[in-house]
């Protein structure tokens, strides 16, 4: 879109680009070459899910709303992982009558692993399932209990294919490649006693720049990732899970300033958004400065600016101590890299704010996926509530 295109749209918006975000795709296939499968989380953002049916070869789906949401969007049992630290009985009993054998489900416990024995004697199908590693967390189970599911694999009515393992995002290179040998030297002993498993899902959490100063050559990093993952891709199949790597770069924020103000000589610019809508991984008070363009700038020497949102808590800061350049009421700030997880994760339902608008841009042309929502419905009282407490009859 041009500048005049985007001036146009209504703030706060946020504004994806899927051309961009094929383009991407393409790009990490072609640094890591034809051996290994792209799984995209659908957790960094559901709203791109639709435009990766045909780029993706696999959907990570954490919940119930996700699955749903993959179901909405038309893509195929056999490309939906189904993760999640919790799993109802109801949940996997409906998703297992849907999916089958199509879908891949994870065991993050051995509770989990039981369930899913359970249900597949009860449903006489034999999916296949990933036994989740822990990184040392709540997630997943440690080396002893994958071990111990994988000696009775063979007897199991579930198809044990393979490894689940993900340990955060934001990494440096060496501790990819530290979890790397870890996940090696595991995958060899996991086969000596489950010679049927031939699968990794890994997510490596590889970095995004958000941040000005930020200095990564991303091909490069590809490459020697790639070059790395021929330990395991050789004699295994490798699943890459990725969200944030894939998506963030292919979005914008965009917010109206609304006011400016000098308070003992400190200058203040307000926009119509905020952090209820825009967050960034690793920012904390907004010691970082993302990536911003401002729409509507004059000539002249800047002015330093704190850049905060609309809502009434000294936390809602975006930027602070910003050169803007003729900055004035009505200009739009664009803030970059803005693909992932803000659309959802941003805590949207303080002090009852619309949640902002939705486009994206594909073939040139921009299209609205979402208006904007009153949250102040939401934040009380239902229409059809009509007093009852939690005692009442249904």
Request: proline share 4%; hydrophobic share 35%.
């Amino acid at each position: 879109m041009t500048k005049d295109e985007i001036l146009k749209l209504a703030t706060p918006a946020y504004l994806f680009n899927v051309d961009g975000l094929l383009s991407r795709v393409k790009r990490i296939r072609a640094a890591l070459g034809k051996r290994y499968k792209l799984c995209y989380a659908v957790k960094a953002n559901p709203f791109l899910a639709e435009s990766l049916v045909r780029e993706a070869d696999a959907f990570e789906c954490c919940s119930p709303g996700e699955y749903d949401i993959c179901m909405r969007m038309g893509i195929p049992p056999e490309k939906i992982v189904l993760s999640g630290v919790y799993k109802s009985e109801a949940d996997v009993r409906r998703r297992m009558l849907r999916c089958g054998e199509k879908a891949v489900y994870t065991a993050e416990s051995a509770s989990q692993a039981e369930l899913l024995c359970r249900l597949a004697k009860e449903s006489g199908i034999r999916p296949p399932v990933l036994l989740r590693l822990s990184s040392g967390n709540q997630f997943g189970m440690d080396r002893a209990a994958v071990l111990n599911i994988l000696k009775n694999s063979a007897h199991l009515p579930i198809c044990v294919e393979g490894i689940q393992y993900y340990s955060g995002t934001q990494k440096r290179m060496g501790n990819i490649f530290g979890e790397l040998d870890m996940l090696v030297s595991f995958f060899a002993e996991a086969a000596e006693i489950a010679p049927q498993i031939r699968r990794l899902e890994y997510g490596p959490g590889l970095k995004v720049g958000y941040f000005e100063g930020d200095r990564e050559d991303e091909d490069e990093c590809l490459c020697a990732f790639a070059e790395k993952l021929k330990g395991i891709s050789e004699r295994y199949e490798t699943v890459l899970e990725l969200g944030r790597f894939i998506a963030a770069d292919c979005g914008q924020y965009c917010t109206r300033i609304v006011d400016l103000k000098r308070t003992d000589g400190k200058g203040y610019c307000i926009v119509d958004g905020g952090i209820h809508h825009m967050k960034y991984y690793g920012q904390t008070m907004a010691m970082k400065t993302p990536h911003i363009v401002h729409f509507g700038a004059g000539e002249g020497e800047p002015e330093r600016w704190t850049i905060c949102g609309s809502l009434c808590t000294t936390a809602d800061v975006l930027a602070r101590d910003v050169p803007l350049y003729g900055a004035k009421v009505g200009d739009m700030l664009v803030f970059g890299k803005a693909g992932t997880y803000s659309v959802t994760e941003g805590m949207g339902l303080f002090l009852s704010r619309d949640l902002p608008r939705i486009y994206k841009e594909e073939d040139g042309a921009c299209v609205l996926l979402r208006d904007f929502i009153q949250t102040s419905k939401i934040n009380c009282k239902g229409d059809n509530d009509h007093g009852k407490t939690a005692f009442d009859p249904a």
